[in-house]
């Protein structure tokens, strides 16, 4: 059972090696001490999460700019669980890491072809999208590395990796939890998304998605 949930949970989790624990440090990114606590998500956090969080534009550290190639993960759950994360390389990632937290949170990102590659995206998967991103510590390199992954609120008819991908990181939505049913995962999941896009359609936010960051 717990192998299972453990391949489940990997949308907040990629690459955990089967069996591991699922620690959720809450704690500041550039530091690891308390690596190994749990944070087990009660019932009234579950049920009282507010559907609009953050200020009514972003504010510092945010936005944060974050780009690279779209990696392989672990292929461990995402797509089973509805949501696939395409993973930003290790050497993106200082942005993050010297800003923020671990945990979840929203944006918008955009994926294009490499310059002289040919494309298999269609002109709506190119558009700047709105996205929600797990960013904490990877058990399977011992919690020494951190990873970024982002879900795209889109339907892509193909993957995408080796793309280019861009994301402007605008709010931050909760911890990493740790989830000990795959039902609770997923609805919270679900909330978060619906969090990211009720947070994002204020006018603060919005300005974003043409921000001269992206690709016109
Ligand atoms: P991996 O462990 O390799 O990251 P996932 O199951 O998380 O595997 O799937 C991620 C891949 O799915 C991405 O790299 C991308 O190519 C593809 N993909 C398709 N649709 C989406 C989407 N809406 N958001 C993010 N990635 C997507
Ligand atoms: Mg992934």
Redesign the pocket.
Known sequence: MFALLSFLL?FFK?GDAPGESLSSPSVPASSNETVGLDAVPDESFRTSRPDIVGPDAPDAPFPIKLSGP?Q????????DLGC????LPDDSLPPMIDAAKTGVYYGYAQVTPSEGTPSSLSDQDVCVLPMVMSFGWNPFYKNERMTA????????KT???GYDMKALVLGYIRPELHYTSREALIEDIEFDKKVALKSMARPGYQKYMSDPFFTA
């Open positions: 990997s990629t779209v392989h993960g672990f292929g461990r759950g995402g797509k696939p994360t395409a993973n992954e982002i879900h795209i609120m889109h339907e892509f993957d995408f990796y």
